[in-house]
């Protein structure tokens, strides 16, 4: 965890040190506009990395929100991701590395019963989360938040491999 003034700065050299070129950086519609994303896409870019927003990410994500964030993701083929934003952005960017990285049907790694709680099966593209919330700790966990929609049900993704690298 790296924290103090001016640290947003320092993503795209971080990012850079990480191996990634071509990054999906993740946010709402909400902070699309804002300081931290704006410094965010600047900090990559400074550094030569190919930054494509993605402000989709919806606000208490479900099954279908992460599917299109997943989908964005996959026909973008980008090698890291960055989560900018409150728990929801970096879940967000969570789910899109993991499925991703190691596609399979979306219920393979949701926690059971609801689903398979398949474990992920290797190290996952590199991420950092620049948070700009406190309270859920997003940026530091391995596990992914959502409501599965068909089922009315808050479940989530839990394995150590989608905890951001950096946050």
């Known amino acids: 965890i790296k924290y103090g003034a001016g ?8 990012t850079k040190a990480l191996g990634a070129s071509r990054v999906m950086v993740v946010t709402d519609h909400n902070l699309a506009q804002s ?5 965010t896409v600047e900090a990559l ?5 190919d930054a494509v927003l993605f402000d989709r990410a919806r606000v208490e994500p479900t099954d279908g929100s992460l599917k299109e964030a997943i989908r964005f993701a996959d026909e973008g083929k980008f090698d ?3 989560g900018v934003g409150g728990g929801s952005s970096i879940d967000t960017a969570k ?20 689903g398979r709680g398949q474990p992920v099966p290797g190290r996952l593209k590199p991420m950092i989360a620049v948070p700009t919330t406190a309270g859920t700790g997003a ?3 391995g596990v992914i938040v959502f409501h599965l929609e068909e089922r009315h049900a808050k479940t989530g993704i839990s394995h150590r491999a989608v905890r951001p690298i950096l946050g």
């Open 95 to 114: 789910a899109a590395n993991l499925y991703t990285s190691y596609p399979a049907d979306f219920l393979d790694y949701v926690n059971t019963p609801i």
């Open 80 to 82: 890291g991701f960055v």
């Open 139 to 141: 940026e530091a966990s």
């Open 7 to 14: 640290v947003t700065g320092e993503v795209g050299c971080d």
């Open 35 to 39: 300081e931290p994303v704006s410094l």
């Open 45 to 49: 870019r400074k550094e030569g990395i």
